[in-house]
Structure formats: structure tokens, C-alpha cells
């Protein structure tokens, strides 16, 4: 959005800055929020750094974000998507390869993970190399699931508790996004090595890949790093 004036063009972005820098705002956390959430679309719970890109985490219902009664669960995750990329990236384009792998149509350069889990979504992006990401809330259940990503060797050798199991399966699915799904099993092809305490080391094919992960009150994360 851009309106004319004598002085020339004036973009939304000179808008929010005025805004959201103005001492008054800046004194008044209730307006500023909403003011965020006005200009913004959404309002960031979590930016962090990695040593390949940044990775956004945000709640839809702490935005606001209401699922309305027309639309499925899918309408409406893609909706808050695409709040998110355009608060995130600066646009809201996204397609999918054959295999499911996300592509942002106005930069083709970006290379992006996505990942959500109920109300909590992530997006990694990075201009250096493909990556991936996987968010899961503490509530859901993969202890009994474990078969199914973890091989007979790595349980005995892991052995993890019911929190390491989801960092577990975070490993394996951050990997398998980050090579765009191009493997037969995920399963037997990507090889938990070690699990510390921030890191983890996994392996594909004859390529070691280094993995961080963390908790918060809601969520674990795991990304490729």
C-alpha cells in the first residue's frame, strides 16, 4: 500500500516506523500491540539467529488469529501462513514441489522450511543453502510411535526419554525437509549419531549433518543449523 504526497511516495513501512517509534506508542504496550497487529499482520513470539538463516516462531491465537466457521483447519493455517511470510519475508506467494517442498514465488533465492504444530508456527528461511525445521507441542503423543522413526540400533543406543523421542523424530523430519524428501526412508537413511544437550548430529548417506534443538513452556523446536 502507498499513498502520494507533495514530498513524493510514502510506503507502509514509512507508516509502521512512525507509528510504532513515536514516543507515545512506545509508552503504551496495549496500543503499541495492536498497532503491530494492525500494520504488521501478526505479531512475532520468537526470532532467532542461526548461523544459516532466521527462523520466525509465533501462536496464531495469541495474534488473534480466529478460525471462523466457513473455512477447514487447513483454510485457515494457510491463512495465518500467509500473515506470517508477508510480516516475515515480505511476501505471501508460496508453492510446492511435487514432493511437498515449499517455494516462495517472489524470491526464488530464499530457500524456506515451514512447520506447525495446533496453534504454533515456524518458518525458516536462509539465502545459503536448503534447510529444514520441525515444531511440535508438548502435548502430542510420540512415544508410541517410535518404530516408526527409529531404527531397532538407535533405540538401543539413544535410548530416549518421552522428550527425546520428539527431538528424535524433530531430527529425522528436519533433515528429511532440508534434502527436499529425496530419500526412500526416512527411517533407515537418516541416522541419528549423538543427541547433546542444544546439538545433535545426524547422519545421510556418507554427509554429517549438525542439528540444534530447545524447549520452551509450549513447544519443542529442531532445525538444521
Same mark, same amino acid.
Given at each position: 500500500?502507498? +499513498?502520494?504526497?507533495?514530498?513524493?511516495?510514502?510506503?507502509?513501512?514509512?507508516?509502521?516506523?512512525?507509528?510504532?517509534?513515536?514516543?507515545?506508542?512506545?509508552?503504551?504496550?496495549? &496500543?503499541?500491540?495492536? &498497532?503491530?497487529?494492525?500494520?504488521?499482520?501478526?505479531? $512475532? !513470539?520468537? !526470532?532467532?539467529?542461526?548461523?544459516?538463516?532466521?527462523?520466525?516462531?509465533?501462536?496464531?491465537?495469541?495474534?488473534?488469529?480466529?478460525?471462523?466457521?466457513?473455512?477447514?483447519?487447513?483454510?485457515?493455517?494457510?491463512?495465518?501462513? +500467509?500473515?506470517?511470510?508477508?510480516?516475515?519475508?515480505?511476501?505471501?506467494?508460496? +508453492?510446492? *514441489? &511435487?514432493?511437498?517442498?515449499? $517455494?516462495?514465488?517472489?524470491?526464488?533465492?530464499?530457500?524456506?522450511?515451514?512447520?506447525? @504444530?495446533?496453534?504454533?508456527?515456524? $518458518?525458516?528461511? @536462509?539465502?545459503?543453502?536448503?534447510?529444514?525445521?520441525?515444531?511440535? $507441542?508438548?502435548?502430542?503423543?510420540?512415544?508410541?510411535?517410535?518404530?516408526?522413526?527409529?531404527?531397532?540400533?538407535?533405540?538401543?543406543?539413544?535410548?530416549?526419554?518421552?522428550?527425546?523421542?520428539?527431538?528424535?523424530?524433530?531430527?529425522? *523430519?528436519?533433515?528429511?525437509?532440508?534434502? +527436499?524428501?529425496?530419500?526412500?526412508?526416512?527411517?533407515?537413511?537418516? #541416522?541419528?549419531?549423538?543427541?547433546?544437550?542444544? #546439538?545433535?548430529?545426524?547422519?545421510?548417506?556418507?554427509?554429517?549433518?549438525?542439528?540444534?534443538?530447545?524447549?520452551?513452556?509450549?513447544?519443542?523446536?529442531?532445525?538444521?543449523?
Amino acid at each position: 500500500m502507498q +499513498r502520494a504526497c507533495r514530498s513524493g511516495i510514502i510506503g507502509i513501512d514509512n507508516i509502521r516506523e512512525f507509528f510504532l517509534d513515536h514516543p507515545a506508542i512506545q509508552c503504551w504496550n496495549p &496500543l503499541k500491540k495492536q &498497532l503491530v497487529l494492525f500494520l504488521q499482520g501478526v505479531e $512475532i !513470539h520468537q !526470532h532467532i539467529k542461526t548461523s544459516l538463516g532466521d527462523i520466525w516462531i509465533t501462536d496464531a491465537l495469541e495474534n488473534n488469529f480466529i478460525k471462523s466457521e466457513a473455512e477447514s483447519r487447513q483454510e485457515y493455517e494457510a491463512r495465518f501462513l +500467509r500473515e506470517m511470510l508477508r510480516a516475515c519475508v515480505g511476501g505471501t506467494e508460496l +508453492r510446492h *514441489e &511435487l514432493n511437498g517442498a515449499p $517455494i516462495l514465488n517472489h524470491q526464488p533465492g530464499l530457500h524456506i522450511s515451514i512447520s506447525h @504444530s495446533d496453534n504454533w508456527f515456524a $518458518i525458516y528461511v @536462509s539465502t545459503k543453502q536448503h534447510i529444514g525445521i520441525d515444531l511440535e $507441542i508438548h502435548s502430542i503423543q510420540i512415544e508410541r510411535t517410535k518404530k516408526y522413526f527409529l531404527t531397532k540400533s538407535e533405540m538401543e543406543s539413544l535410548q530416549p526419554t518421552i522428550e527425546e523421542a520428539k527431538i528424535c523424530w524433530g531430527i529425522k *523430519e528436519s533433515v528429511f525437509k532440508m534434502l +527436499r524428501g529425496n530419500m526412500k526412508s526416512m527411517l533407515e537413511e537418516v #541416522e541419528i549419531v549423538s543427541i547433546g544437550k542444544n #546439538e545433535a548430529r545426524a547422519k545421510f548417506q556418507n554427509q554429517m549433518i549438525k542439528i540444534k534443538h530447545q524447549q520452551s513452556q509450549s513447544f519443542v523446536l529442531v532445525y538444521t543449523d
